[in-house]
């Protein structure tokens, strides 16, 4: 009880020194330990660029440099780790994935679920998808090349950088907000005949929102920022070593905010091009896109940003997607046949699965991840090239008082994951471009319904988590 003036006195002193830890930082901004890391992975050779089956040479240099950067959080409340890695890449599989989160628990103890892995899409990236067989008619040796990448540059420096942003983990206060930006559009075009054509499409479904993370620390200095967009990173189609506008966005954060290390996360932008694009002023508007971009994020970032509590609970799991029966094996000896191009890639891709495995599972795998911050935010990470129907659902199915963040192209862009409307619809996204895959055939109908049903067990584990 206080009795006197000087018992309140002592009270509010007692009080303050119980609200401040003893290294001398208030108790509500210990609630975090964030580490920051980045790592140049552009590689030392040329070596096959990603993206697009035209291509048909070698690059040659870069415009900039091509980044992994990692950022690990730890919640003092429920001790949870959790590591977010974003790489200026066009595909990661989940081969790497596992390989590198096996790595990473030997030497950190970090459970693998508690890892992702984003790419930006790039498309002036190094070819690194295990599709590439099929995709682009590469020698052997160019193969090889993109092997040695991925096993002695690659692999190591995404083993490395996720360990120094754990080594790198000290008190900070995380911070959430929103702008938005409108260079994605919709390229799922309905054409007079009734197909589905890549073009700008203006009244198409999109979703042009960046959320934003940035992280403090107890001083007040910004170390990083995380953004996100959907859209394909495919303003650029030429040979250069090149981040498309994520890169560029990262570049104009990093110089707007000095100090910090800036994060771009690929949102559900699987079906959303940035415009204008290509041709001989291409590399102009990568530039502008990622100058429109860093100011959405600058606006954010002066705006109401909302403080993050913990504590941060964790959840995956995979998700097994029904495909489509296989043509029959006639068809595919008479496309196998064929003179070339990728159906006849494809159709030999298969008839040596079947020869080697006897069977093939028709079955395709979705790892599925959901990290819960608080009250505040709700991360989804979904795989595949992630159409942003996954996006917009996922805001209204796990509506709250949080902000819904959700990203896709994480730890195996195995092909387009398309939602319900996508494959009725068809098109690229819907039924044509896993000809160039090795998902074996196009999705099933259910394919939405299985992600949904998984992300809402996630989201209800993480949920009840307290
Ligand atoms: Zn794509």
């Known amino acids: 009880m206080i009795k006197s003036r000087h018992d309140l006195c002592l009270a509010v002193v007692l009080g303050l020194l119980c609200a401040w830890s003893s290294n001398g930082i208030a108790a509500e901004d210990n609630e975090w330990h964030v580490g920051l890391s980045r790592v140049v992975i552009t590689p030392?050779?040329?070596?096959?660029?990603s993206g697009y089956s035209s291509r048909d040479r070698l690059p040659h240099g870069k415009v900039h440099d091509l980044f992994a950067k990692a950022l690990a959080f730890e919640s003092k409340a429920s001790g949870t780790r959790f590591v977010l890695v974003t790489c200026d890449l066009g595909s990661i599989y989940q081969e790497l994935t596992d390989n590198i989160a096996k790595a990473v628990f030997q030497r950190w103890k970090l459970p693998p679920s508690n890892l992702i892995i984003n790419?930006?899409?790039t498309h002036c990236a190094p070819e690194i998808a295990r599709e590439r067989l099929v995709f682009h008619e590469l020698t052997p040796q160019e193969d090889q090349k993109l092997v040695d990448y991925i096993e002695h540059q690659l692999q190591p420096k995404l083993i490395q950088v996720i360990g120094r942003s754990l080594q790198d983990l000290k008190p900070a206060t995380l911070h959430i907000g929103q702008a938005s930006t409108e260079f994605g559009r919709s390229r799922r075009f309905p054409s007079a005949d009734?197909?589905?054509?890549?073009?700008?499409?203006?009244a198409g479904v999109t979703e042009n929102d960046v959320p934003v993370m940035k992280i403090v620390s107890p001083t007040g200095q910004i170390r990083g920022i995380l953004f996100g967009y959907a859209c394909h990173n495919t303003t650029l189609a030429f040979y250069k070593?090149?981040?498309d506008y994520a890169g560029f966005a990262q570049e104009d954060v990093e110089r707007d905010n000095p100090g910090t290390i800036a994060m771009f996360i690929m949102g559900c932008g699987g079906d959303q091009n940035p415009y204008p694009r290509h041709g001989p002023q291409g590399l102009q508007y990568a530039r502008q896109h990622g100058?429109?971009?860093?100011?959405?994020?600058?606006?954010?970032?002066?705006?109401?940003?909302t403080k993050i509590h913990g504590p941060l609970h964790v959840a995956a799991d995979t998700v097994w997607l029904n495909l489509e029966p296989l043509p029959p094996v006639g068809q595919l000896q008479q496309e196998a046949a064929s003179e070339s191009g990728m159906p006849q890639r494809k159709a030999r891709y298969l008839l040596d699965e079947l020869k080697n495995h006897g069977k093939i599972d028709l079955r395709q795998s979705c790892p599925l991840a959901v990290a819960r911050f608080g009250n505040e935010l709700l991360l989804i990470a979904l795989s595949g090239e992630t159409v942003v129907d996954y996006s917009l659902r996922?805001?209204?199915?796990?509506?709250?008082?949080?902000?819904?963040?959700?990203?896709g192209y994480n730890n195996d862009v195995f092909a387009y994951l398309p939602s319900r409307r996508v494959l009725i619809e068809g098109g690229y996204e819907g039924r044509m471009g896993i000809i160039h895959q090795l998902t074996p055939t196009p999705f099933q109908l259910d394919v939405e319904k299985t992600v949904m049903d998984g992300l809402r067990r996630l989201v209800e584990k993480v949920s009840s988590a307290d």
């Not at 030392?44 to 660029?49: I, N, T």
């Not at 009734?194 to 203006?202: A, E, F, P, T």
């Not at 100058?291 to 940003?305: C, I, K, P, S, Y």
């Open 394 to 407: 996922s805001k209204i199915d796990f509506a709250g008082k949080h902000m819904t963040w959700v990203a």
């Open 44 to 49: 030392d050779q040329p070596v096959w660029l």
């Open 194 to 202: 009734g197909r589905v054509v890549n073009r700008r499409y203006d």
């Open 241 to 243: 070593f090149c981040g």
């Open 119 to 121: 790419v930006s899409h």
């Open 291 to 305: 100058r429109e971009l860093a100011t959405a994020v600058q606006r954010a970032l002066r705006g109401n940003m």
